[in-house]
């Protein structure tokens, strides 16, 4: 009898796999590139710490902004502490609430980065999902799609964020818009991102769909949205993270104009387009510090995430190869 205790060899082989996958990935032209480019490797730093600071913001915050306890009036305008007149128990000074402010920027990242990848995601669902039906179809459904984004290219993005608020407010009730007002920001964003999505897409499956796999799935009886999503998709995601990582940017920067604005998030909720807002009112009292340290932040945050983006670019040029 055998009483051998090694595993079979069949058990394994996924772990064997699972192994080689990972060693080809980091094997790969692509991580090879990336440590090739410091430029890259400090973005992505820069953005997997301001990622890592919004998730810990409840742990790491010195202070609960939104808890009325935590805060003392007393303690209010206190500039940065190596201003005369500051403290280190508040590095970055304390606005007119008595708020630390670092506390407040941990919060409100968590708040404008949760808003730009929610939209980003929409979007990219929602134009990906039409260019793919848009390129395969063709016909009178290809015109109408892009007749439709080249309809809304004639408007820029911030106006059409404004458009679906503006119409949100003048539709719901003001307790429900006050609660779903998250959302719609989200949305908002969302749909006036998604054609850049869907242009891009549709000419990476018109490409696509002649090649033989394509001909070779549709000859075994595989049904259009199967070839779609199983096999055209993955060929064309390459152009599609490239736009995804470009759009998070433009994602916070317009959820903080319209925050700006007094049209984003509601206040119980602050971001860092609220924070500017609330620290514009009281810029030229002398505590420039409320409004500047938000603004530095954002401009860091989404320098960090254009440059990662152009790196992207340049990787999944084929020209540059």
Not at 22 to 38: A, R
Not at 208 to 235: Q, T
Request: hydrophobic share 50%.
């Amino acid at each position: 009898m055998n009483t051998s205790t090694h595993p079979p060899i069949d058990a394994a082989l996924p772990e064997t796999a699972s192994l080689s996958t990972w060693h080809s990935f980091l094997d790969s032209d692509f991580i090879h590139s990336f440590k090739q480019s410091p430029t890259a490797m400090v973005s992505a730093l820069v953005l997997f710490l301001f990622i890592a600071v919004a998730l810990l913001a409840p742990w790491l915050a010195p202070q609960n902004p939104f808890d009325p306890a935590a805060l003392e009036l007393m303690n209010s305008r206190i500039p940065p502490a190596w201003i005369e007149g500051g403290q280190w128990k508040f590095p970055l000074g304390t606005d007119g609430q008595g708020r630390d402010l670092l506390s407040v920027l941990m919060y409100g990242l968590r708040i404008s980065l949760m808003v730009s990848f929610c939209a980003t995601l929409f979007s990219l669902v929602v134009g990906v999902t039409l260019g793919l039906i848009s390129g395969y179809a063709g016909g009178y459904l290809d015109n109408l799609i892009m007749r439709l984004a080249d309809m809304q290219l004639s408007f820029p993005t911030i106006l059409v964020a404004l458009l679906v608020d503006g119409l949100s407010r003048a539709v719901l009730p003001r307790s429900v818009h006050e609660q779903l007002a998250l959302f719609v920001v989200i949305f908002a964003i969302g749909i006036s991102t998604w054609v850049q999505y869907a242009r891009t897409v549709r000419g990476a499956t018109m490409v696509e769909k002649s090649k033989d796999y394509v001909h070779a799935a549709k000859l075994i009886g595989m049904g259009p949205m199967r070839i779609l999503f199983h096999h055209v998709l993955p060929n064309v995601l390459g152009p599609v993270l490239v736009i995804a990582t470009l759009s998070l940017g433009l994602g916070i920067l317009t959820e903080a104009t319209l925050s700006f604005l007094g049209l984003g998030v509601p206040p119980t909720s602050p971001s860092l387009g609220t924070l500017i807002r609330v620290g514009n009112e009281v810029l030229f009292s002398g505590e420039w510090w409320v409004t500047v340290m938000p603004g530095v932040c954002l401009v860091i945050l989404v320098l960090a995430i254009n440059l990662l983006g152009d790196w992207l670019r340049d990787v999944f040029n084929p020209k540059l190869k």
